[in-house]
């Protein structure tokens, strides 16, 4: 197994920090909590132009042919500076699943806008009595109606669900787990928008009898969307600990540069031992993260759903333990003014926070992990 970033690689996750440092500090995102769609299309269209959009798609879907690890190292750098743009909602979950199950009229319809950068996707998947187990269960419905169908329900907490021109929707059809494309404008569709822990924006969304087309329903439904929607929830926790690599790497960085320049007793506060022993945890622990998601991001595109399974979820318990372990102690570090709302590094710990919960939290995780033939065999 290869670990070193390819030359391209290299060049694309150079590419996406210089974007990042000259179009999106972190003041944009402090800003951006104040708007109600949370990021700008303008920005989202710089993407599409870049071509970061389309790096994880198949050449026949207009795409550069890439893998996760190139979207990992996207979104690592996005997290970075904690930039808002619906990278994950759009690129890694909604539009893989129409990448994967999608036929060519779908992708061109729904997909082909995307990674031009002229429209969004959210999954609705998640709803209050699921959690987690999207999979497995849809309380949504969807309900033979003449020729067509009718979808009845209600998904929380959509990530980008706000403002995506088309939803990726789970529901319990005549033939099992099905998803269905819906466009946001369709009748019978009431989105509710909602601010998350870290001051992004989010959605409640209900289908009041929303009539749907045959030709509305990706892949088969069945066993077939089992596993697909199994599979985009997989991408979805990799992403997730993408992003914490780059919150947790600027939180290392901004705690090490403050007990350089902070002076108590006539000496920087970095001259103390124990605070030296705290920095030094954190940058394990930022280590570990690191290399965790690194093997998640490899094996997600695999088809062995067991070790796929296995390397998401101790990536996605090293997030909720490790990745968490280096926000709270950044906020520490800091003293008194870490905890103030006018310190960046608050921001940090909220979208860490944040991430630790998409798709899966440590327990839900745990369990999985546990449950797995492969790990109980060993």
């Known amino acids: 197994m290869d670990l070193q970033y390819t030359e391209e690689q290299l060049m694309l996750r150079n590419t996406v920090a210089d974007f990042v440092s000259r179009e999106s500090p972190i003041s944009r995102a402090r800003k951006l909590h104040e708007d109600e769609t949370g990021w700008e299309a303008a920005v989202w269209k710089q993407m599409g132009e870049l071509g970061w959009l389309a790096f994880p798609f198949a050449e ?32 890694v979950t909604a539009g893989q699943a129409l990448a994967l199950a999608g036929n060519e009229q779908q992708q061109q319809n729904w997909l082909a806008p995307v990674l031009a950068g002229e429209a969004t996707l959210a999954f609705a998947a998640s709803e209050a009595d699921n959690r987690y187990h999207i999979a ?6 969807l309900d033979a109606n003449g020729n067509g169908y009718i979808l009845t329900g209600e998904k929380v907490w959509v990530d980008n669900g706000q403002a995506a021109d088309t939803l990726l929707v789970t529901a319990s059809g005549p033939d099992g787990l099905t998803l269905v494309a819906v466009e946001a404008d369709r009748d019978g569709v009431e989105r509710r928008t909602v601010k998350t822990i870290d001051g992004r924006r ?10 749907i087309s045959a030709d509305h329903i990706v892949g088969n439904p069945g066993d077939d969307t089992v596993a697909l929607v199994d599979r985009v929830r997989d991408l979805g926790a990799a992403a997730a600990c993408a992003e914490a690599v780059g919150v947790s790497q600027v939180a290392f960085d901004m705690t090490v540069e403050y007990l350089k320049t902070r002076v108590q007793f006539d000496v920087p506060i970095g001259a103390f031992q124990a605070l030296q022993h705290r920095a030094v945890d954190m940058f ?73 919960v998409l798709f899966g939290d440590e327990a839900w995780h745990e369990a999985r992990y546990a449950d797995e033939p492969a790990f109980q065999a060993r």
């Open 202 to 211: 989010a959605a409640i969304i209900r289908f009041n009898g929303t009539p």
């Open 284 to 356: 394990i622990e930022n280590e570990l993260l690191r290399a965790a998601t690194l093997a998640a991001a490899l094996r997600v595109d695999e088809d062995d759903v067991s070790e796929r399974h296995m390397a998401v979820s101790a990536a996605k318990k090293q997030l909720a333990v490790g990745g968490k372990f280096v926000a709270y102690q950044a906020i520490q570090l800091h003293g008194g003014i870490g905890i103030t709302e006018e310190h960046d590094i608050g921001l940090y710990l909220k979208r860490m926070q944040a991430l630790g």
């Open 136 to 141: 497995e269960r849809a309380g949504t419905t």
């Open 60 to 91: 026949s879907l207009g795409g550069f042919g890439g893998q996760f690890v190139d979207a990992a190292i996207i979104v690592e750098e996005l997290g970075k500076a904690l930039v808002p743009e619906p990278f994950v909602a759009s690129i």
